[in-house]
């Protein structure tokens, strides 16, 4: 894997069509307008009243009692982890997924956490045989499994909810606590065709980023029982993440989390439209397993993906290179222009 936000591709000010993630959207006027006007206080005094608005709604879309404000999904993980584990504990999560494979073995380094990378059912969730297999004995030679954490939506797509279930269930089964990457949660619950709260059932904390499809400027909102968002916060406050005036970006949270929601089922089209393009497309494999969202995911032969990427961004686009594939994230900033324009620019470059 290579992480093409990483590679100095500056695009302000430039007109290329962005595909990378769905964290480039940038905050439009309106948007702007709603940080500009936020009523602040302190949050580490817990006086930002922006900010409490915005912990007060999440916790209800999600359906638990408290909720906390972050900088970032990273963050947010960890603290969870650090609040469900301590030292020689062990944490089970998927082979792929963001905490295991993006976060920098976070929880291990400043926690004494031991991830367990699972494999994945080829629908991005993990089979509960698999869960209970990895749970230690009550050894001495061995980490105390402790939590499980799954991920929805994963690589793109949304795992079913029998299939998270049934995963939840094992780790029940197994006494562990549970803890949802619900980086993308908006993006499974339109896929699923239920609320958010109903994906996030079951779970003993859940992580929803506000900077990614919903498209605010940063953040992301840690959703649990209260007695578990106190000891977060503490954790929080220890990783540097307790922000002062940061109603200016809960404000714009609390905003996209009211207004941006619906416009995700767009986003979800538009990838569907790119997808079927391109699978048009001689040379190019499109990736079509079930519950895909805002992701697009290529597989093609010949051409290297940093070959593709180059002769793509020749075009007008910007996508992130990976190994032997590509994804392209569809987002807010993308309109049925760019759609269009997108298919044109793979049309001329495997016409060559
Ligand atoms: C983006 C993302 C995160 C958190 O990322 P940050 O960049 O730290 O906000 C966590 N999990 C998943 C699945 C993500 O996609």
Redesign the pocket.
């Known amino acids: 894997m290579s992480y093409p936000m990483e590679a100095g591709v500056g695009t302000a000010g430039v007109n290329v069509i962005d595909l990378r993630s769905d ?1 480039v959207t940038r905050p439009d006027a309106t948007l702007r307008r709603v940080m500009a006007e936020a009523v602040v206080g302190d949050d580490v005094y817990g006086d930002d009243p922006s900010v409490t608005a915005l912990e007060r709604a999440m916790a209800d879309v999600i359906g638990t009692e408290a909720a906390l404000f972050l900088p ?3 963050q947010s ?1 960890l603290a969870a982890l650090l609040a469900h584990c301590g030292r020689g504990h062990e944490a089970l999560v998927g082979r792929s997924y ?1 905490i295991y494979s993006a976060e920098a073995a976070g929880a291990s380094v400043l926690g004494g956490i031991a991830l367990e990378p699972l494999a994945e059912l080829p629908c991005g969730g993990i089979a509960p045989d698999t869960i209970s297999r990895a749970v230690k004995p009550d050894d001495s030679h061995c980490p105390v499994t402790r939590l499980l954490c799954l ?1 929805n939506t994963t690589g793109g797509r949304a795992v079913p909810l029998a299939t998270q279930q049934a995963a939840l269930d094992a780790a029940r089964a197994a006494g562990l606590v549970t803890h949802l ?1 619900g ?2 949660i908006f993006n499974a619950a339109q896929a699923l065709g239920v609320t958010p709260a109903r994906v996030a059932a079951g779970f003993d904390s859940v992580s929803v ?1 506000l ?2 499809g919903l498209g605010a400027p940063a953040g ?1 909102v840690l959703c649990g029982p209260a007695a578990f968002i106190r000891a977060a916060r503490r954790w929080r406050k220890m990783l540097g993440g307790g922000m002062r005036q940061s109603g200016i970006l809960a404000a714009a949270g609390h905003h996209v989390l009211t207004h941006h929601v619906a416009d995700l089922a767009q986003d979800h089209a538009r990838a569907e439209w790119l997808r079927s393009g391109l699978a048009q497309i001689d040379g190019l494999d499109v990736e079509t397993a079930p519950g895909q969202t805002n992701m697009v995911w290529l597989r093609f032969a010949g051409l290297g993906a940093q070959d593709l990427a180059q002769a793509m961004l020749g075009q007008g686009v910007l996508i992130g290179p990976g190994e032997g594939s590509l994804r392209i994230v569809v987002h807010r900033d993308i309109d049925d222009a760019a759609i269009s324009q997108t298919l044109a620019g793979f049309r001329a470059v495997f016409a060559a």
């Open positions: 964290t970032s999904g990273t993980n963001h991920e990457d980086a993308r980023c900077s990614k992301s």
